[in-house]
């Protein structure tokens, strides 16, 4: 054994993989190469990133629980407070309280949230044909495929060592 490695060795020290070959990092520039088509389009309507996660989730439902809308938008609550303060102000959705449980705070998408939705969604659709049509269609649905599981996988390890 090499004196590096008996020292390598002796202290117990791991050389982590490139910086930027390491797994968050590859996320975070395929995030990022995909957000970079996007992110135009919503400026375009006056949309942040995170604006058109809550309106797209909202735009499924009649009405959504807060905490559940956090879930379904990866967002934390406080960001999420901040948003939906933000998206009333300019009345795109709507909150209000349960009347079964007051504690329960339940949001909607109103007529001009639907409407801007309804603007947003085609072009939106649009540039997601575009990056199908660059990237090919069964790999892309291999990759949703391989997303989904791999979150899964680690969601459900995560759980278990909770």
């Known amino acids: 054994m090499s004196a590096k490695a008996q020292k390598k060795a002796a202290t117990g020290a791991t050389r982590l993989r490139d910086f930027r ?13 995909a957000m970079a088509r996007f992110r135009p389009l919503l400026r375009k309507h006056g949309l942040t990133e995170q604006q058109w996660r809550v ?3 909202l735009s499924e439902y009649d009405s959504v629980d807060a905490s559940e809308l956090a879930t379904r938008s990866f967002l934390l609550a406080p960001s999420l407070s901040r948003i939906l303060q933000h998206l009333e102000s300019e009345n795109l959705i709507r909150r209000s309280y349960d009347e079964a449980d007051q504690r329960r705070l339940v949001v909607q998408i ?9 603007q947003v969604a085609p072009e939106s659709e649009s540039l997601y044909n575009t990056i199908e049509t660059e990237f ?3 790999r892309l649905e291999s990759l949703y495929e391989l997303l989904a599981e791999f979150y899964q996988v680690l969601d459900q390890n995560s759980s278990n060592t909770e």
């Open 110 to 118: 109103t007529a001009a949230g639907k409407r801007l939705f309804d």
């Open 55 to 57: 309106l797209r989730a």
């Open 21 to 33: 070959h390491s797994l968050p990092m590859e996320l975070l520039k395929a995030r990022e190469a």
């Open 136 to 138: 090919g269609t069964e």
